[in-house]
């Protein structure tokens, strides 16, 4: 043993001498030794510019003073920036230029939200891979994306950017993005681009759901649930990670060294780079945590901030710090190293320019189809009574509503490069693909908070002569997204209205939804006879949603979020802790209380008076127009604390159309040293079931899927035992028992 032991060592350390020192560091240290402490600096400062050729930007960056570049997105200017980095400074490091490419470039996706909807891994990487490819073709080799905030609040303007409230998603989703950004780890590839993990961490957490503000994440919550998804970020690769505006519990994002250097560096061995947010460095003045910007460099810095967004605290204070002795210098060649190791592995130093001779390919036929499969795959179906959808295509249609025809607001947050005019609306496919439908159109409303009720006996008279109404609303694009919170989550405007008007007509009613966030639509479902939900879908929203009416395409997306009945009720999410005191199924509603009832006559349970204990629709939800059974749940009674267990149902379709399920398994820890979750999503796959047939799915369930961080912040799985669900929703009732022995 002892000899085999040695041999092994031995080999070991053959391997280390021999393994070729990492020719990339080398190269780095190689630069470093021969820059100046101000070449270096440069290197740290992130500039926003236009798509013009500005003097002063090129003299700056001739002299080293500019590492990256934000928001230019024509090629040529990009290429003249660059050559004077590469050809025309001393140390001929090239720019990276970076752009917010959240849900595409020009063809663009559902929003995050809607694309979470999917649960389709595959799907998000494919989207991911397409706004890459459009976008480098530009210039850009930076996106500012996934954002893998958890959020919980749909007051949230920026509920709309991310993969919802849940970890374990946002986890999955999220490294399917990066992967689809970056080319499936060929960070060199010259159609990838480098993801950014943001906003590190807490931001979806804003008190109030106000966007910037302070969030208090206590230590437990912060690991077990916010922290997570970064975690499985840099475990596949992420190139960057851009910290957040808020601060947690007093302490912002962008001086919080626990956070970047402890836990992210140290912890997790993040080595690519870590930018601020837009000016989140200077904000610490106004946080009252700096006095002044040399304050602010000072503090992040120490914390670990490589790069600077925008704001000028490390140009213009960082060397003064060196020679005060405050800063040492090799923090500064910290940050290079990891701005310079991705520029390395981006292959820039080789491949600077953008090549302008082919010119790029936007909106091409397959994107355009990968949009259409995402809207349509993005779509919840929340009602159909009555199997009103699918409708035929022979059905006279009355089409109403704002955002019946909205190519702008279609689009959704963050289309900063998405041209309208190829944005492929409800109408416009009426127009064009769908064009044999029988439809009369009247707009009712001219945007979402139009309150100009002049056109609704129109819309009455039209749904009146038709068989069906189908009546379009939801919220402009400006309504979502960062720093468009909103407190109240109806639908905005006299859109309720509309709906009624509309209903008053006597004929069937589809609703269709088109908003950045799940708004509080409970009352408007007595007027709705089918609900069609769609977080903002992207180029191709209309021919996808017409797809889904006329049944061409079978719903299948599942709510990423909880959809609250009063945003008075939030937060309000599915992966909860037990309270002493849960309230019981049916709880005691307004009208029930008894006159002069006494103190404790309603049960002292944890519920609202007024809107009782359960959400408007759960996460997870979302019907179909094929119907799932579930049955024959198995798994094994024990799982050994190092190992896994395969958990198998069966799924039926049990309805004469085909259909895709997404099925999810949910797991509870039933009893554990710190309070822990009712159920916490563990795994999902779409399933494909055709018309009558029943299939068996199987999940593999690992300790370490159960392991959390309890009071002593180490992470560490419990014996004891768990429930499981599987189903088609968090409110799943197929359920079983296993334990973990000790
Ligand atoms: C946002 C970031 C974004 C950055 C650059 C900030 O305001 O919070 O998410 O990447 O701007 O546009």
Same mark, same amino acid.
């Given at each position: 043993m002892k000899t085999i032991g040695c041999f092994v060592i031995l080999l070991a350390l053959f391997a280390a001498c021999s393994a070729p020192v990492d020719e990339t560091e080398r190269k780095i240290n190689d630069l470093l030794s021969r820059m100046t402490t101000e070449e270096k600096i440069g290197q740290l400062f992130q500039v926003s510019l236009d798509n013009t050729v500005d003097e002063r930007a090129l003299q700056a960056i001739r002299e080293g003073k500019m590492g990256s570049v934000i928001n230019v997105v024509n090629p040529a200017v990009a290429n003249t920036l660059q050559k004077a980095a590469v050809e025309e400074s001393r140390m001929g490091i090239p720019i990276i230029f970076g752009r917010d490419v959240i849900h595409g470039f020009k063809t663009l996706a559902p929003i995050p939200l809607g694309q979470a909807a999917s649960f389709d891994p595959q799907l998000i990487h494919d989207c991911a891979r397409m706004s890459a490819v459009e976008a480098r073709s530009v210039g850009i080799h930076w996106t500012f994306a996934p954002m893998l905030d958890i959020a919980r609040d749909a007051r949230w303007g920026r509920i709309a950017e991310g993969f919802g409230e849940d970890p374990y998603l946002t986890a999955r989703l999220g490294v399917a993005s990066i992967q689809g950004f970056q080319a499936d780890g060929q960070l060199a590839d010259s159609h990838a681009l480098a993801a950014c993990a943001k906003h590190f961490a807490g931001y979806g957490a804003a008190e109030g759901g106000r966007d910037y503000n302070t969030s208090n994440i206590p230590p437990l919550l912060w690991r077990n649930v916010y922290l997570t998804p970064f975690e499985h970020a840099v475990s596949a690769g992420v190139a960057t990670v851009m910290v957040s505006f808020n601060d947690n519990d007093g302490i912002p994002s962008s001086?919080?060294?626990?956070?970047?250097?402890?836990?992210?560096?140290?912890?997790?061995?993040?080595? /690519?780079?870590?930018?601020?947010?837009?000016?989140?460095?200077?904000?610490? @003045?106004?946080?009252?945590?700096?006095?002044?910007?040399?304050?602010?460099?000072?503090?992040?810095?120490?914390?670990?901030?490589?790069?600077?967004?925008?704001? =000028?605290?490390?140009?213009?204070? #960082?060397?003064? &710090?060196?020679?005060? /002795?405050?800063?040492?210098?090799?923090?500064?060649?910290?940050?290079?190293? *990891?701005?310079?190791?991705?520029?390395?592995?981006? /292959? %820039?130093?080789?491949?600077?320019?953008?090549?302008?001779?082919?010119?790029?390919?936007?909106?091409?036929?397959?994107?355009? $189809?990968?949009?259409?499969?995402?809207?349509?795959?993005?779509? @919840? %179906?929340?009602? *159909?009574?009555?199997? &009103? #959808? =699918?409708?035929?295509?022979? $059905?006279?249609?009355?089409? @109403?509503?704002?955002?019946?025809?909205?190519?702008?607001? $279609? %689009?959704g947050t963050w289309c900063f490069d998405g041209d309208k005019t190829h944005t492929v609306t409800p109408v416009g496919a009426l127009k064009g693909e769908y064009r044999h439908i029988n439809y009369i159109y009247e707009p009712a409303l001219a945007y979402s908070r139009d309150k100009n009720t002049a056109r609704f006996d129109n819309a009455r008279r039209a749904a009146a002569a038709a068989d069906v109404a189908v009546v379009f609303v939801g919220e402009e694009a400006i309504l979502s997204g960062e720093a468009h919170s909103l407190s109240n989550l109806n639908l905005i405007g006299v859109q309720s209205d509309l709906l009624k008007a509309v209903k008053s007509a006597g004929k069937p009613v589809v609703l269709v939804v088109m908003a950045g966030r799940p708004l509080t639509i409970e009352r408007d479902l007595p007027c709705a006879d089918a609900v069609l939900y769609n977080f903002h879908p992207g180029t191709m929203g209309g021919p996808a949603i017409l797809d889904l009416l006329f049944g061409r395409a079978n719903p299948s997306g599942k709510l990423p979020v909880t959809v609250v009945r009063e945003a008075g009720q939030i937060p309000l999410y599915y992966n909860h802790n037990n309270t002493g005191r849960p309230a019981p199924d049916k709880v005691t509603t307004l009208d029930e209380i008894p006159l002069e009832a006494g103190q404790t006559s309603l049960g002292n349970t944890s519920f609202y008076l007024d809107s009782g204990r359960d959400p408007l629709f759960p996460f997870g939800y979302g019907l179909s127009y094929s119907s799932f059974e579930y049955s024959n749940l198995t798994l094994p009674g024990q799982m050994p604390a190092d190992g896994a267990i395969t958990i198998k149902a069966t799924i039926t379709n049990s309805s004469r159309t085909d259909g895709t399920e997404v099925a999810q398994l949910y797991v509870r820890d039933m009893v554990a040293s710190v309070a822990r979750p009712v159920k916490e999503l563990k795994g999902f796959q779409r399933v494909w079931l055709k018309a009558g047939e029943t299939k068996e799915i199987a999940f593999e369930l690992t300790a370490s899927d159960l392991a959390f961080f309890g009071r002593d912040l180490v992470r560490k799985i419990e014996p004891g035992e768990f429930t499981v669900w599987v189903g088609g929703d968090s409110n799943a009732q197929l359920k079983g028992v296993f334990s973990i022995p000790k």
């Amino acid at each position: 043993m002892k000899t085999i032991g040695c041999f092994v060592i031995l080999l070991a350390l053959f391997a280390a001498c021999s393994a070729p020192v990492d020719e990339t560091e080398r190269k780095i240290n190689d630069l470093l030794s021969r820059m100046t402490t101000e070449e270096k600096i440069g290197q740290l400062f992130q500039v926003s510019l236009d798509n013009t050729v500005d003097e002063r930007a090129l003299q700056a960056i001739r002299e080293g003073k500019m590492g990256s570049v934000i928001n230019v997105v024509n090629p040529a200017v990009a290429n003249t920036l660059q050559k004077a980095a590469v050809e025309e400074s001393r140390m001929g490091i090239p720019i990276i230029f970076g752009r917010d490419v959240i849900h595409g470039f020009k063809t663009l996706a559902p929003i995050p939200l809607g694309q979470a909807a999917s649960f389709d891994p595959q799907l998000i990487h494919d989207c991911a891979r397409m706004s890459a490819v459009e976008a480098r073709s530009v210039g850009i080799h930076w996106t500012f994306a996934p954002m893998l905030d958890i959020a919980r609040d749909a007051r949230w303007g920026r509920i709309a950017e991310g993969f919802g409230e849940d970890p374990y998603l946002t986890a999955r989703l999220g490294v399917a993005s990066i992967q689809g950004f970056q080319a499936d780890g060929q960070l060199a590839d010259s159609h990838a681009l480098a993801a950014c993990a943001k906003h590190f961490a807490g931001y979806g957490a804003a008190e109030g759901g106000r966007d910037y503000n302070t969030s208090n994440i206590p230590p437990l919550l912060w690991r077990n649930v916010y922290l997570t998804p970064f975690e499985h970020a840099v475990s596949a690769g992420v190139a960057t990670v851009m910290v957040s505006f808020n601060d947690n519990d007093g302490i912002p994002s962008s001086s919080n060294k626990e956070l970047v250097k402890t836990i992210l560096r140290d912890d997790w061995h993040f080595d /690519g780079l870590v930018v601020s947010d837009w000016t989140s460095m200077d904000e610490m @003045i106004a946080h009252g945590v700096a006095k002044d910007l040399k304050d602010v460099a000072l503090l992040s810095i120490d914390a670990g901030l490589d790069m600077e967004m925008v704001s =000028p605290a490390y140009l213009l204070h #960082l060397a003064e &710090l060196v020679k005060e /002795g405050k800063v040492p210098e090799t923090a500064i060649d910290n940050a290079v190293r *990891n701005i310079l190791r991705i520029k390395f592995r981006m /292959g %820039l130093f080789d491949r600077p320019y953008t090549d302008t001779s082919v010119p790029p390919a936007f909106y091409t036929e397959e994107s355009l $189809q990968l949009a259409r499969k995402a809207a349509v795959e993005s779509a @919840i %179906l929340l009602k *159909n009574d009555g199997d &009103l #959808l =699918p409708l035929s295509e022979t $059905q006279k249609i009355a089409v @109403i509503g704002p955002m019946a025809d909205a190519p702008h607001d $279609q %689009l959704g947050t963050w289309c900063f490069d998405g041209d309208k005019t190829h944005t492929v609306t409800p109408v416009g496919a009426l127009k064009g693909e769908y064009r044999h439908i029988n439809y009369i159109y009247e707009p009712a409303l001219a945007y979402s908070r139009d309150k100009n009720t002049a056109r609704f006996d129109n819309a009455r008279r039209a749904a009146a002569a038709a068989d069906v109404a189908v009546v379009f609303v939801g919220e402009e694009a400006i309504l979502s997204g960062e720093a468009h919170s909103l407190s109240n989550l109806n639908l905005i405007g006299v859109q309720s209205d509309l709906l009624k008007a509309v209903k008053s007509a006597g004929k069937p009613v589809v609703l269709v939804v088109m908003a950045g966030r799940p708004l509080t639509i409970e009352r408007d479902l007595p007027c709705a006879d089918a609900v069609l939900y769609n977080f903002h879908p992207g180029t191709m929203g209309g021919p996808a949603i017409l797809d889904l009416l006329f049944g061409r395409a079978n719903p299948s997306g599942k709510l990423p979020v909880t959809v609250v009945r009063e945003a008075g009720q939030i937060p309000l999410y599915y992966n909860h802790n037990n309270t002493g005191r849960p309230a019981p199924d049916k709880v005691t509603t307004l009208d029930e209380i008894p006159l002069e009832a006494g103190q404790t006559s309603l049960g002292n349970t944890s519920f609202y008076l007024d809107s009782g204990r359960d959400p408007l629709f759960p996460f997870g939800y979302g019907l179909s127009y094929s119907s799932f059974e579930y049955s024959n749940l198995t798994l094994p009674g024990q799982m050994p604390a190092d190992g896994a267990i395969t958990i198998k149902a069966t799924i039926t379709n049990s309805s004469r159309t085909d259909g895709t399920e997404v099925a999810q398994l949910y797991v509870r820890d039933m009893v554990a040293s710190v309070a822990r979750p009712v159920k916490e999503l563990k795994g999902f796959q779409r399933v494909w079931l055709k018309a009558g047939e029943t299939k068996e799915i199987a999940f593999e369930l690992t300790a370490s899927d159960l392991a959390f961080f309890g009071r002593d912040l180490v992470r560490k799985i419990e014996p004891g035992e768990f429930t499981v669900w599987v189903g088609g929703d968090s409110n799943a009732q197929l359920k079983g028992v296993f334990s973990i022995p000790k």
